[in-house]
């Protein structure tokens, strides 16, 4: 079985400033990990995903992650926040290939000060 | 090539009536997954269709059901509604089934039960 937990469900940053969500995650399989970013009245859109391979990947918008087997981990990081980035934001896990379903942490709402 | 797409987008219904979503895929994507959002919940797995049968389900009460056409058209349905059951309902597609890690996701339908 495979959970998720994003630490903070509200994060508040400054225009320019470090941008880290954070996400943990429970997985009796080695995981695919992903993280979503939602705008008001839309779906759901694909930032970035871990599946096989290199442990630091780049996704959309300049968003990155690293998934950190040890510490059960997958944060997302951006090194300079922009007024655009302000959205929901949602970690996903499933348990690899013909899994059968996703499960989804339950949101960080991004807030971005100028 | 056309996105996911979902409708209606708004939906009001009362308690008893019963809905029908409905879910246009990407061409070509022959899986199609149901999730429901709501704040308390989160985001959270209905069911996953493909080539017209049904997947892998998630844990809700036999009100909900869905199917899929041969051109992999899908609806959602909804009986007896409850208040609890407003939300917004999301489509996904994905070529394959089990495939999450390429799965794209439709604006939603926001279904409001009064």
């Known amino acids: 079985a495979q959970s998720v937990t994003q630490l903070g469900s509200h994060v508040s940053v400054s225009e320019g400033a470090l941008v880290l969500l954070r996400c943990n995650y429970s997985s009796s399989v080695p995981p695919y990990l992903f993280w979503y970013v939602q705008y008001p009245n839309q779906g759901l859109q694909l930032l970035l995903k871990y599946t096989t391979g290199a442990t630091l990947v780049k996704g959309i918008n300049g968003f990155e992650a690293e998934f950190k087997k040890s510490e059960t981990s997958f944060h997302l990081t951006k090194p300079s926040a922009h007024m655009s980035d302000a959205a929901e934001y949602f970690c996903?896990?499933?348990?690899?290939?013909?899994?059968?379903?996703?499960?989804f942490g339950q949101g960080t709402r991004l807030t971005i000060n100028p | 090539k056309a996105g996911v797409t979902q409708t209606p987008r708004y939906l009001i219904k009362t308690r008893g009536q019963q809905v029908t979503l409905s879910c246009s895929p990407i061409s070509g994507h022959r899986s199609v997954s149901w999730y429901q959002q709501t704040p308390g919940q989160g985001l959270q797995f209905l069911f996953e269709y493909f080539s017209e049968t049904q997947r892998n389900k998630g844990n809700f009460p036999g009100r909900f059901s869905g199917r899929q056409f041969s051109n992999s058209r899908s609806e959602m349905n909804v009986s007896t509604l409850e208040l609890g059951d407003s939300a917004l309902y999301l489509c996904a597609s994905s070529l394959v089934s089990g495939q999450w890690y390429e799965q794209f996701f439709g604006p939603g339908t926001r279904l409001t039960v009064l």
């Open positions: 996903a896990v499933s348990g690899g290939q013909g899994a059968q379903k996703l499960v």
